[in-house]
Structures are given as structure tokens and as C-alpha cells.
């Protein structure tokens, strides 16, 4: 989509995931798992609770020692970055401050760490629209505001690759609508951004690319358009009149694939909105509604991760 | 560096240091009062009203030990506080799930941790040096007023000013150890606590019966495996037939410090944050 756009970070912030495998004493949390993020994209990280999406992500971090496989950000382990919040930015959960600690001194303690700037904190903090709340405890901040703190922080080294596991969780529609351009305009930028998340529908709304796993593997990659045409759900258009057996019969005639839901509307596979537009008006036929229904995310989704038992 | 400089910032935002500074100087002032009152009944020869044996009593009677005693007031309180200082650096880090940003930022975590010993180190020096003053200051008063001379010049009055210096950046370094050994904030706080205060004199009851039992005193001296016992008799430099000798203790206290530290970074390594 943006692929290229910008060239300093370009190409150099793919994350490759290897035969990633973490076996807990009584799960194989991830299993096997292959893929990859491309930079200048927003790669969706989906599937089913007890996936293993966390576990992954958390690996790809450092955090979590793998059983066997590698990931590799840049072509090098996390472990082995110079700097590395100048290179990756995480956010993986949303209670992660000491409830004692201001926001502010929050940045302020991880700038430290990094040797950035501390006057950082504060342009991250109002990055995220948090400078009234900056001398607050971090107990007193609600679940939203623990998760723009969390963007704040990874966004402290201004890296060139994301990792955000939900970090949707409890924000307001606002703070949705924010998190969705803020991340888009990055992955513009040339930035990687791999970000979890169960909200499908915003999935659909914000990623390029997605990685559905379940029970630990790989169910299918690839790019949105791509994941969802696979699927045998297609495209109908919504259609309904007063005549609607003239219609239906004209647009049969036409070969097209004609239902009748419940509330009698006619549900049109096989031919597109314009179509059954004009099929409606040479039978003169007044419609009352007729809309495009795409197959979704999540009717995907739910096909492709159906019977694969999600809490192991 | 940076990371030094981000752990003591950890520690100065947040109130923990200052109930425990507050707990180490009441400690300071209550010790000070019992340490000075013993000075003055052993040094002007009521030390039977203590009823110690005679050879300890004559133990007692040294003006250089009693000004050393009293210059390192309140150690032992102290200690504990800056041992749970060093514990709750620690333990924090998983209680409030801080752990994941730390290593995120400083993947090597074997740094992480050096950098908590450092910046431990830190403080324990600098709790010693605010004691100090105190004790220098008002210590010196009592020994001239009570016409028993500052002994300031005394190499083994200045000797456990120096140890108790040690024994301050130690015991910050054994509370990491710990807090690295036992993650759960109380359970790790408790267990240092009840050890350090109760489990000394538990332990000393039990040398005490078997020193009876095998009517040997030299018994006693493998007290110094307790590290609470290791430190004071590191910084005491009354000689006692109760008591081994000071460098004993040193080295008891030195060898905790490097074995829980070690260990602790040994684990830290393995361990899985999730
Ligand atoms: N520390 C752990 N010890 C044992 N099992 C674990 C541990 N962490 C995760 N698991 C198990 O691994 C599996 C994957 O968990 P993970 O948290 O990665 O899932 P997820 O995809 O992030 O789920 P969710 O959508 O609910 O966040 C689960 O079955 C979980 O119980
Ligand atoms: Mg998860």
C-alpha cells in the first residue's frame, strides 16, 4: 500500500518470525510458527484467546526464552540491539507503571535508562494528550489513560518498528478513532507496526496485512483483501423492494443468485449493486434499500478459527 | 551509567526510601540513648548491674570499644532498613509489573541488575554517611562531657566507622540478592525481616544451648554465619571470647553479599516475564 514511501527506515524493519515454538510445562503455547511483518504496513496480529498471541509477541521481545525457533527484528535478535527502544517501540500491557510513580517520572525513570533526553517524556506525553494528567499518580490513571502512558513510553526512542499487544483495551471511541491514525500515519512513515487485537471490525478499518494464529500456529497471512477473498463468503448486495419477486425473477434471468431473508429483503450474489440497480428499474420496481454487503474480518475469522479450541 | 542514574530515579519517585530513612534515624536516635547509657554504666564500673559473666564484664570495659559501639548507633535497624530498600528494588519491578519495561529497555539483564547493586550501593552510603554525622556529632559530645575523650583518633574507632560503611552497602546488596531469590514482594520483605530480627536471636538461643550442651564457648563464635551477626561483629572491636574476629565477619557478610548476587543474577537471566 505505502510500501517504500519513506526510505531511512525502509527495509530494515522486517520482523521475521522462525519455527517460533514455547512449551510451557502443560501447553505448547506457540507452536511452530512462521511469518512475517513487512515496514510500512499495519500488520494485524489475530486469534482466539489463549492463542498465543502475548507468548509470541513476548518472545519476539526478549521477555520469554523460547522452546526452539528464532525472531528477528531487522535481521538481529531483540538481545542484540544497540539502543534498543530507538529501534522498538512496545506496548504489552496496560498495568505497567509503579502505582506510586507520577506518568511523567514514569518516561522520565525509562529516558534515563535509554539515555534519551528527558524533555522526550514530556513531548511523548503530550504526543498522546496526557500532559494534564503528567504529575498524577499512576494509580489514579484510568484504564485508557494507562494505555496512552504505555504509547507514550514506547514511543520515547521515536522507533521505527511497533509492537502493541491490544492496545485498544479500554480506550474511548475517540481514543480508537486517535489510536487508528496514529498508527496508520506510521506505518506511512515506513514504520513496521504489528499490533494484536480481537476488535475485528477495527482490524478491518486499520490493517494492511494480517497473521490469524490459533492453538498456537499459523493460520493464514497475508494481506486483508487477500485473507478475507480467500473464503467462500462473497460479496452480496442487499436489496429490498415492494416488487420483489419481479425483481428476483429478473435478476435470476441474468444468472444471478437470489435469497430471501427473513425480513423478505433479497440478498443478490453474482452480480454487483449497479446491476440489480438497473435490473430494478426495468421492472419498475421502487427500491427501498440497496446496499453492498462485503464479507467481513470477522466472518473470516470465525470460519478460519472454527473448531480450533482457543483456551487449551 | 544511564542505567544507574534511571535506577536511583526509580528509587527518589517513589515514598518507600523515605519511611525507611525515617525508621533508619528514629532507630539512630533510640540506639544512640541505649548505646550511650551503656557507655556510661560499663566505663564508670557498674558493669555487674548487667550481669555479665566477669571475663566478658572486663570484655566491656574497653573506652576504645564503647566509643566504637557508640559511633555506629542505630546499625542495627538500619541495616534492616536498607536491606528492605534493596529488596523492594526488586521485588517492585515484578509487584507492579515494571519488569517488562526495564528489560525491554536494557535487555541485558545481567546489567540491569548491576546497575540495581550500584545504585544499592548508593544509598547504603549514603544512609551511612547521614548516620554518621549523627553519630559523629552527638557521640563526640557525650565521650568529652563525660570526660571519656572523643577516642576519635583511635584507628579502631575509625576502623568501624569504615566497616559500618561496608556493612551499609552490603546489606543493600544482600536485600537484591534476596528480592532476586523471592520475586513476591511480601512474601520477600517478610521472610528478610523475620530473618533479620527474629530468626538472629532464634539462632543465637540455639548456639547459646549447644555452646551449654558441649561446654565449649568457642561455640559461640560460629555465630558469625548469621549475617546480622557477621556485621556487628565486623564493626565491633571489642574483643570477647564470645566473639570472633572482626575480619570473620567481613568476610562472612562479603561472601553473602557475592553469593545472593550472583544467584540472583544467574536466575534473573533465565527467567521468563510474562
Ligand atoms: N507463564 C505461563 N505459564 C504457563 N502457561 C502460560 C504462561 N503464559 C501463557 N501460558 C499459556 O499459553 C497459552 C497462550 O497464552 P497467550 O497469553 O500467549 O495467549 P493470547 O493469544 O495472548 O490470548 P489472549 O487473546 O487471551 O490475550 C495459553 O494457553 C496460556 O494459558
Ligand atoms: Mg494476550
Known amino acids: 500500500m505505502s510500501d517504500g514511501q519513506r526510505s531511512p527506515t525502509t527495509g530494515s524493519g522486517q520482523i521475521v518470525v522462525s519455527?517460533?515454538?514455547?512449551?510451557?510445562?502443560?501447553?505448547?503455547?506457540?507452536?511452530?510458527?512462521?511469518?512475517?511483518?513487512?515496514?510500512?504496513?499495519?500488520?494485524?496480529?489475530?486469534?482466539?484467546?489463549?492463542?498465543?498471541?502475548?507468548?509470541?509477541?513476548?518472545?519476539?521481545?526478549?521477555?520469554?526464552?523460547?522452546?526452539?525457533?528464532?525472531?528477528?527484528?531487522?535481521?538481529?535478535?531483540?538481545?542484540?540491539?544497540?539502543?534498543?527502544?530507538?529501534?522498538?517501540?512496545?506496548?504489552?500491557?496496560?498495568?505497567?507503571?509503579?502505582?506510586?510513580?507520577?506518568?511523567?517520572?514514569?518516561?522520565?525513570?525509562?529516558?534515563?535508562?535509554?539515555?534519551?533526553?528527558?524533555?522526550?517524556?514530556?513531548?511523548?506525553?503530550?504526543?498522546?494528550?496526557?500532559?494534564?494528567?503528567?504529575?498524577?499518580?499512576?494509580?489514579?490513571?484510568?484504564?485508557?489513560?494507562?494505555?496512552?502512558?504505555?504509547?507514550?513510553?514506547?514511543?520515547?526512542?521515536?522507533?521505527?518498528?511497533?509492537?502493541?499487544?491490544?492496545?485498544?483495551?479500554?480506550?474511548?471511541?475517540?481514543?480508537?478513532r486517535w489510536m487508528r491514525g496514529f498508527l496508520k500515519a506510521l506505518a506511512t512513515e515506513g514504520r513496521t507496526v504489528l499490533v494484536s487485537s480481537h476488535l475485528l471490525s477495527e482490524m478491518q478499518l486499520l490493517a494492511d496485512d494480517v497473521v490469524i494464529i490459533a492453538a498456537g500456529q499459523l493460520i493464514r497471512q497475508g494481506p486483508v483483501d487477500q485473507v478475507i477473498g480467500s473464503m467462500a463468503q462473497t460479496t452480496r448486495v442487499r436489496v429490498r423492494t415492494p416488487q420483489a419477486t419481479e425483481l428476483a425473477k429478473a435478476l435470476r434471468e441474468q444468472s444471478a443468485v437470489v435469497e430471501v431473508d427473513p425480513h423478505g429483503a433479497l440478498l443478490v450474489a453474482g452480480v454487483d449493486a449497479a446491476t440489480v440497480g438497473r435490473a430494478a428499474l426495468a421492472v419498475q420496481a421502487e427500491l427501498h434499500e440497496l446496499t453492498t454487503e462485503r464479507p467481513d474480518l470477522e466472518g473470516v475469522f470465525l470460519e478460519l478459527t472454527a473448531g480450533k479450541a482457543g483456551i487449551r | 551509567m544511564n542505567l544507574v542514574r534511571s535506577e536511583l530515579l526509580k528509587i527518589r519517585t517513589t515514598a518507600a526510601w523515605l519511611w525507611m530513612a525515617l525508621g533508619a534515624l528514629l532507630a539512630v536516635a533510640l540506639a544512640f540513648v541505649t548505646n550511650a547509657w551503656l557507655a556510661h554504666t560499663t566505663l564508670t564500673g557498674d558493669a555487674d548491674m548487667l550481669g555479665l559473666p566477669p571475663e566478658e564484664a572486663a570484655a566491656q570495659q574497653d573506652v576504645v570499644g564503647q566509643a566504637a559501639n557508640l559511633y555506629t548507633?542505630?546499625?542495627?535497624?538500619?541495616?534492616?532498613?536498607?536491606?528492605?530498600?534493596?529488596?523492594?528494588?526488586?521485588?517492585?519491578?515484578?509487584?507492579?509489573?515494571?519488569?517488562?519495561?526495564?528489560?525491554?529497555?536494557?535487555?541485558?539483564?545481567?546489567?540491569?541488575?548491576?546497575?540495581?547493586?550500584?545504585?544499592?550501593?548508593?544509598?547504603?552510603?549514603?544512609?551511612?554517611?547521614?548516620?554518621?554525622?549523627?553519630?559523629?556529632?552527638?557521640?563526640?559530645?557525650?565521650?568529652?562531657?563525660?570526660?571519656?575523650?572523643?577516642?576519635?583518633?583511635?584507628?579502631e574507632v575509625q576502623r568501624?566507622?569504615?566497616?559500618?560503611?561496608?556493612?551499609?552497602?552490603?546489606?543493600?546488596?544482600?536485600?537484591?540478592?534476596?528480592?532476586?531469590?523471592?520475586?513476591?514482594?511480601?512474601?520477600?520483605?517478610?521472610?528478610?525481616?523475620?530473618?533479620?530480627?527474629?530468626?538472629?536471636?532464634?539462632?543465637?538461643?540455639?548456639?547459646?544451648?549447644?555452646?551449654?550442651?558441649?561446654?565449649?564457648?568457642?561455640?559461640?563464635?560460629?555465630?558469625?554465619?548469621?549475617?546480622?551477626?557477621?556485621?556487628?561483629v565486623m564493626v565491633n572491636s571489642i574483643e570477647s571470647p564470645m566473639l570472633p574476629a572482626w575480619w570473620v565477619g567481613a568476610l562472612v557478610l562479603v561472601g553473602y553479599a557475592v553469593v545472593t548476587g550472583t544467584i540472583g543474577i544467574l536466575i534473573t537471566r533465565r527467567r521468563d516475564i510474562s
Do not use: C
Open chain 1, 19 to 176: 519455527g517460533l515454538t514455547k512449551q510451557y510445562k502443560n501447553v505448547r503455547a506457540v507452536n511452530d510458527l512462521s511469518f512475517t511483518v513487512e515496514p510500512g504496513r499495519v500488520t494485524g496480529f489475530l486469534g482466539p484467546n489463549g492463542a498465543g498471541k502475548t507468548t509470541t509477541l513476548r518472545m519476539l521481545l526478549n521477555l520469554v526464552t523460547p522452546t526452539a525457533g528464532s525472531a528477528t527484528i531487522g535481521g538481529r535478535r531483540y538481545a542484540d540491539l544497540t539502543d534498543p527502544l530507538r529501534h522498538v517501540g512496545a506496548v504489552l500491557e496496560a498495568s505497567s507503571a509503579h502505582k506510586g510513580r507520577t506518568g511523567i517520572n514514569h518516561l522520565r525513570v525509562i529516558a534515563a535508562a535509554a539515555g534519551l533526553p528527558k524533555t522526550r517524556a514530556d513531548e511523548v506525553l503530550a504526543m498522546v494528550g496526557l500532559t494534564p494528567a503528567a504529575k498524577r499518580k499512576f494509580k489514579g490513571y484510568s484504564l485508557g489513560m494507562k494505555q496512552r502512558l504505555g504509547i507514550a513510553a514506547a514511543m520515547l526512542g521515536d522507533p521505527r518498528v511497533l509492537v502493541l499487544d491490544e492496545p485498544a483495551n479500554g480506550l474511548d471511541p475517540e481514543g480508537i
Open chain 2, 160 to 232: 568501624a566507622f569504615l566497616f559500618n560503611l561496608l556493612a551499609y552497602a552490603l546489606w543493600t546488596i544482600l536485600g537484591i540478592g534476596v528480592g532476586t531469590l523471592i520475586t513476591n514482594q511480601i512474601g520477600a520483605v517478610v521472610t528478610s525481616a523475620v530473618v533479620y530480627l527474629i530468626g538472629t536471636q532464634v539462632a543465637s538461643l540455639f548456639f547459646f544451648l549447644l555452646s551449654s550442651w558441649l561446654d565449649s564457648e568457642a561455640v559461640l563464635k560460629w555465630q558469625v554465619v548469621l549475617p546480622s551477626v557477621a556485621s556487628s
Open chain 2, 73 to 155: 548507633s542505630g546499625q542495627y535497624f538500619g541495616l534492616l532498613f536498607v536491606m528492605l530498600i534493596g529488596v523492594l528494588m526488586v521485588t517492585n519491578e515484578f509487584f507492579h509489573q515494571t519488569a517488562t519495561t526495564t528489560f525491554l529497555s536494557t535487555p541485558k539483564r545481567t546489567s540491569v541488575i548491576f546497575s540495581k547493586l550500584v545504585a544499592a550501593s548508593l544509598i547504603g552510603f549514603v544512609f551511612w554517611l547521614v548516620t554518621s554525622v549523627i553519630n559523629l556529632v552527638a557521640g563526640a559530645l557525650f565521650m568529652s562531657i563525660n570526660d571519656f575523650g572523643t577516642q576519635l583518633g583511635e584507628w
